[in-house]
T-cell receptor, first 110, second 113 residues
Framework: KNQVEQSPQSLIILEGKNCTLQCNYTVSPFSNLRWYKQDTGRGPVSLTIMTFSENTKSNGRYTATLDADTKQSSLHITASQLSDSASYICVQQAGTALIFGKGTTLSVSS | DTAVSQTPKYLVTQMGNDKSIKCEQNLGHDTMYWYKQDSKKFLKIMFSYNNKELIINETVPNRFSPKSPDKAHLNLHINSLELGDSAVYFC????????????FGSGTRLTVV
């Protein structure tokens, strides 16, 4: 069982709609929780990083939440755009190691 | 200016060959990494290296070896390539005591035929 689980595996939404991606993690010790966006053929780009004491962080239309009690995080995308089509990867940092989820593939259609 | 650059972007080679992928970062970071992304898009760390320490993921075959001529470069050498080595390889760098941390290269797609 992967230590960072994401859902759904893939998602298709219409342009302008909102969506929420989920991440459950079990890795210890906890350093921080990151969300990355990976466009096709490109490397991952950081969207947000949250430490244990932060429970919400925004980056433009992206808002990440963190519930350290339930070990869950979510990434909410508001007013989606075609350029949001990408893989969104939840990553937990435990010590110096990054533990990657398998990602959610988001397709935004017009 | 590209922060973390990898070459080549695409590499197609035959089984049994030896190949290298180069990585350079101009961010002044103290640590560099190699990650492998398989066909299921799952990223897994292979190595992390700073000027003090090389940390190797124990699942990585010893046909893979990182070589760092200086702090700004971490090249990946692969000997006796196998079909299962086909994947996208990402280089990354970070400054250990600073956020936001990791910056990734754009990847090298290796295809072994």
């Amino acid at each position: 069982k992967n230590q960072v689980e994401q859902s759904p595996q893939s998602l298709i939404i219409l342009e302008g709609k909102n969506c929420t991606l989920q991440c459950n993690y079990t890795v210890s010790p906890f350093s921080n929780l990151r969300w990355y966006k990976q466009d096709t053929g490109r490397g991952p780009v950081s969207l947000t990083i949250m430490t244990f004491s932060e429970n919400t962080k925004s980056n433009g239309r992206y808002t990440a939440t963190l519930d350290a009690d339930t070990k869950q995080s979510s990434l909410h995308i508001t007013a989606s755009q075609l350029s949001d089509s990408a893989s969104y990867i939840c990553v937990q940092q435990a010590g110096t190691a990054l533990i990657f989820g398998k990602g959610t593939t988001l397709s935004v259609s017009s | 200016d590209t922060a973390v650059s990898q070459t080549p972007k695409y590499l197609v080679t035959q089984m049994g060959n030896d190949k290298s992928i180069k990585c350079e970062q101009n961010l002044g970071h103290d640590t560099m990494y190699w990650y492998k992304q398989d066909s299921k898009k799952f990223l897994k760390i292979m190595f992390s290296y700073n000027n003090k320490e090389l940390i190797i993921n124990e699942t990585v075959p010893n046909r893979f070896s990182p070589k760092s001529p200086d702090k700004a470069h971490l090249n990946l050498h692969i000997n006796s390539l196998e079909l299962g080595d086909s994947a996208v390889y990402f280089c990354a760098s970070s400054q250990q005591d600073r956020r936001p941390g990791y910056t990734f290269g754009s990847g090298t797609r290796l295809t072994v035929v």
